[in-house]
Each structure stands twice: as structure tokens, then as C-alpha cells.
């Protein structure tokens, strides 16, 4: 059986993340591979300094529609 394993922080970042069933999922209920962990991680490496830009705009912004109101 697996349970979720929450995983634990002293700034809260990582507050409502969790381990289950072989993903890491985050406090919005979406489940991560580590292979698509790898590849954000690969992407944002080899991002040049335009890319950098352009990805903290979509950070922001999904931030942003992460905080609406469910309907």
C-alpha cells in the first residue's frame, strides 16, 4: 500500500508537497515524474539569458492562475 509521504520544511516551501505512489506532487494536485523533473531542470539550464526572462514571466503567471478561485 502506498501513502503519501509529505515532505517536511523549516521555510514552507515546500508545503503540501508530497511523495505518492512513485510522483512528487505538489500542493495543487499535480503529479511529477522524475524524468519530467530532470527535464525542466535540463531546460532551465540551457536556457540563455532571453530564455530567462521569458521564464520568469511564465512562472509568474502561472503563479497568478494558480491563486484564482476554483469554479
Excluded at 24 to 45: D, F, M, R, S, W
Amino acid at each position: 500500500m502506498h501513502k503519501g509521504i509529505e515532505l517536511v520544511n523549516i521555510e514552507g516551501e515546500w508545503d503540501g508537497w508530497m511523495f505518492k505512489k512513485g510522483y512528487l506532487v505538489n500542493n495543487k494536485g499535480i503529479k511529477l515524474t522524475p524524468n519530467q523533473i530532470l527535464t525542466g531542470y535540463a531546460l532551465l539550464e540551457i536556457g540563455a539569458e532571453n530564455d530567462r526572462k521569458i521564464q520568469k514571466e511564465i512562472v509568474r503567471i502561472a503563479r497568478l492562475f494558480g491563486n484564482l478561485p476554483k469554479i
